[in-house]
Nanobody
Framework: QVQLVESGGGLVQAGGSARLSCAPS????????MGWYRQAAGKQRELVAR???????NYEDSVKGRFTISRGNAKNTVYLQMNSLKPEDTAVYYC?????????WGKGTLVTVSS
């Protein structure tokens, strides 16, 4: 059974940093791509950052230069380093793995940025 579990969320002061981790289990294949998405209160879920199996990355415009997505050495692990956090970054952050047409989602971790 495929599981993606996010960790690293919590309360962070504006201008501070946090590092989110996605720990998979029960996955016998490598994802074609993995990404981080977020959903703020009253808003739709949006892409934050995405990385392909060959290392290509893309970012939502508002996080460029502040956030960095990376793959770990363990299979299907992914991280999101978040620097210079702003209150508008407050959201539930979700990890997603992609395997061709199939998507696999974690349950999310809440990041709250205080001013």
């Amino acid at each position: 059974q495929v599981q993606l579990v996010e960790s690293g969320g919590g309360l962070v002061q504006a201008g501070g940093s946090a590092r989110l981790s996605c720990a998979p289990s029960g996955i016998i294949f490598s994802f074609n791509a993995m990404g981080w998405y977020r959903q703020a209160a009253g808003k739709q879920r949006e892409l934050v950052a995405r990385i392909t199996s060959d290392g290509m990355t893309n970012y939502e415009d508002s996080v460029k230069g502040r956030f960095t997505i990376s793959r770990g050495n363990a299979k299907n692990t992914v991280y999101l380093q978040m620097n210079s956090l702003k209150p508008e970054d407050t959201a539930v952050y979700y990890c997603k793995g992609e395997k061709f047409g199939a998507d696999f989602w974690g349950k999310g971790t809440l990041v709250t940025v205080s001013s």
